[in-house]
Structure formats: C-alpha cells, structure tokens
C-alpha cells in the first residue's frame, strides 16, 4: 500500500501494479480495495499493459475522511491520484463512481481518456428517481448508528432489491464489511445529484466533455443501457460498448478486454 495526502490533507490509499502508462479505477457505492475482490483482478488483468492505480475511496478501507464532506474534495482526491501518476492518466469507473470520474473530467481533471461502466443516469420513467431526501436519510441512519438499515435503505431504493432479498443478506460475512462504509453511501449519493432525476437531462448533464469517453454497459438493466445510450450520445467524443450477459457487478475478464483496446488507442 502507498498514500498520497488529497488538497484538504487527507490521506488516500492505493495500491500499483504494472507498467506502461497510468490506468485509474474508480470504485462504486460500497466498494473499496480489502472488500471488492474483482477490482483487484481487473488491476491484475490491466498490468500487462498499464500501470494500474487502484484506491480507496475517500471514508472506506485505509483512506481518511475528513469532514465536512463534498464532492469537490473526491474530485481533489482523484486530482491527487492523477499527480501521483505523473499528471495525466486514463481513468475507469464503475456505477456511481462512473459519475465521480465524468464530473472530475467536466471540472479539468487530466484525464487523457475515460471509460465508465453503467454510470448511475436515469432519463425516464422506467423505474423511480432517487428520493428528494435521499442524501438526508441516508446520513440520519448511518450518523445515528443504524449502519445497517442505512446499507438496506440503500439495496432497495437505489439498486433496487427487493426487501425480501436483503433480510438473509445481513445474516453474511460480507454485511459487517457493507455496514463499516455505510456513512460513504451518503456521498455517492450526492455524486450522484440530479443524475438519477428521471429526465431527460440527466443524460446532458456532461455535454460539452470533449475527452474520449468509453460508456459500458451490459444490457441487463434497461433503465442503465437507456442512460448509456442518452450519455453517450450527449458526448463528442463517445465510443458506445455493451458487454452482453453482464450483470451490473460486471466480471472482470471481460471488462478488461474493452479497457485494454480502448486505453490503448
């Protein structure tokens, strides 16, 4: 493990692997280096060719988290990754953290390319925006110690599952680990923002983005390969990719193929 102190002196965990020119992953909700397993191997895959910065998100695994949280600061930590890397660096993220790394390309970050895999924008109506009060109850859980209703809260109303489905989750090994990041649930969702209004400008939030951006997705979800289409249509420089069979939780052989290709280009 390496760290590098963000802008606010915050210090943010990453590991490196590899050689060749610097590849960024971004992580989604929840994600982090000890608890996602499959970035790792995406890093592992990645090395041949690149070389492959992957970290811990600001509030998760070794990073720091100082308060108050902004997503200006998350952008100020990428910054810091991408100096770390030597200035200028191609960048990868999933889900929301997808949203992280376009909105740190529309603030000038040095991104050389991008590619996001089923970044968190609804254009319609095919299933409910994010409520307004999201980011509000999201914190009022985690802060007041129910980390564990917070995860849930979250499992149901933005990815969805049923309710059924997470009651057995919290009887697993992987929930005590879902339940330390808990409060982070809250800054993606602020991340996030409008993104997930349910309008169509959602898909323009980023239009005048001129780097060349990869949008992925894996045409299970279609409000999800709705928003890639919407996105990547709103781009100039857009490639368009789907990964047919892939669930959101997307493997990481696959995804490794489409990154090599397009980094590379």
């Not at 308060?67 to 030597?86: M, S």
């Not at 969805?160 to 409060?183: I, K, L, S």
Request: hydrophobic share 40%; glycine share 12%.
């Amino acid at each position: 493990m390496s760290t590098v102190r963000s802008k606010d002196g915050t210090t943010i965990a990453f590991d490196r692997v590899g050689g060749g020119a610097p590849v960024i992953l971004v992580g989604g909700a929840i994600q982090h280096r000890a608890l996602d397993a499959r970035t790792g191997e995406l890093a592992a895959l990645l090395a041949d060719q690149f070389n492959v910065y992957r970290y811990d998100r600001r509030g998760r695994g070794q990073s720091g988290d100082t308060q108050p949280y902004t997503v200006e600061r998350e952008i100020e930590d990428l910054d810091a990754l991408i100096g770390e890397a030597g200035g200028s660096a191609a960048v990868y993220g999933e889900s929301s953290g997808g949203n992280l790394v376009l909105e740190g390309s529309a603030r000038g970050l040095a991104m050389t390319r991008i590619a996001v895999w089923e970044p968190n924008v609804l254009v319609d109506d095919s299933r409910p925006p994010l409520p307004p009060d999201y980011v509000r109850w999201l914190t009022e859980l985690s802060s007041s110690g129910r980390r564990g209703d917070a995860v849930e809260y979250f499992l149901t109303t933005a990815v969805g599952m049923p309710a059924e489905f997470v009651t057995p989750m919290r009887q697993t090994v992987m929930w005590a680990g879902m339940e330390a990041v808990a409060h982070t649930l809250a800054y993606d969702g602020m991340v996030v923002g409008d993104s997930m209004s349910g309008t169509p400008a959602a898909g323009e939030r980023w239009r005048g983005l001129e780097v060349p951006t990869l949008v992925i997705d894996g045409g299970q979800t279609p409000w999800m390969s709705t928003g890639a289409d919407a996105l990547a249509n709103s781009l100039a420089r857009a490639q368009r990719h789907t990964l047919s069979g892939q669930e959101h939780d997307v493997a990481a052989a696959p995804v490794a193929a489409v990154l090599s290709e397009f980094f590379a280009g």
